[in-house]
């Protein structure tokens, strides 16, 4: 398939093993390419210069990436890789690519595996798969008040946080002095707490609800 400007889609059978040797090289009408799993050796150049390749899917089975395999993609936006360990890979394997301006996508627990990679090493962003933290909320005391929000996020998603005053009270502010509610969080390792002032038009005692994210 060298050389065919016009092919803009690869289906492989589950049968394939290996891509060989500038198999799809000089195919720039590809745009987004998946590798199916089973598939544990991409050969010598075996998309080289490819050049309208902006996504590019890897699966858990690939062992061994050639010399030159993903060179020359010009348009490399994203790299989605379904192994848990980096497999072996050509020093050369990405050669003239801007990996520093690429987002390398990795199963939940592997990014410093990837990190200390020679090549894999590279990528300026790096977004770990499937990892998800809990997000607790829990109120010191009860009867001023509640928070909602609580549950499992996808880590790098976003938890929405509300506080709830009980009659009588009101939400002052956040410890960080934001007043937004409801709030809006990265879920992601952070301590918050709450302010609930008792009364709607004079301070009178204000006590902390904790909010806590934790893994």
């Known amino acids: 398939f060298e050389n065919i400007s016009g092919l803009t889609g690869v289906e492989l059978p589950e049968s394939v093993i290996e891509i060989g040797a500038y ?3 000089g195919c720039t009408g590809l745009t987004d390419v998946t590798l199916a799993e089973g598939i544990d050796t991409v050969g010598n150049g075996a998309f080289y210069e490819c050049s309208g390749i902006t996504a590019l899917t890897l699966p858990s ?3 061994s990436i050639g010399n030159g395999a993903f060179t020359g993609f010009s348009a490399l936006t994203d790299v989605w890789i379904s192994a848990a360990t980096p497999p072996v890979t050509s020093t050369s394997a990405f050669y003239q690519d801007d990996l520093g301006s690429c987002t390398l996508h990795l199963p939940c ?10 090549v894999w090493g590279g990528f300026g962003t790096v977004v770990e798969m499937g990892c998800t933290v809990t997000v607790g909320v829990q109120a010191n005391r009860s009867e001023w008040g509640t928070v909602t929000g609580a549950g499992v996020y996808v880590t790098g998603s976003q938890a929405t946080l509300t506080a709830l005053p009980a009659e009588g009270c009101g939400f002052a502010c956040w410890n960080d002095g934001d007043t937004l509610n409801p709030r809006v969080v990265d879920a992601v390792m952070v301590r918050l707490h709450i302010r609930m002032q008792r009364g709607v038009e004079r301070h009178v005692r204000q006590k902390p609800a904790k909010i806590r994210i934790v893994l």
């Open 109 to 118: 627990g592997s990014a410093s595996a990837y990190a200390s990679h020679t």
């Open 23 to 25: 198999a799809f090289s």
């Open 61 to 63: 089975t690939l062992v």
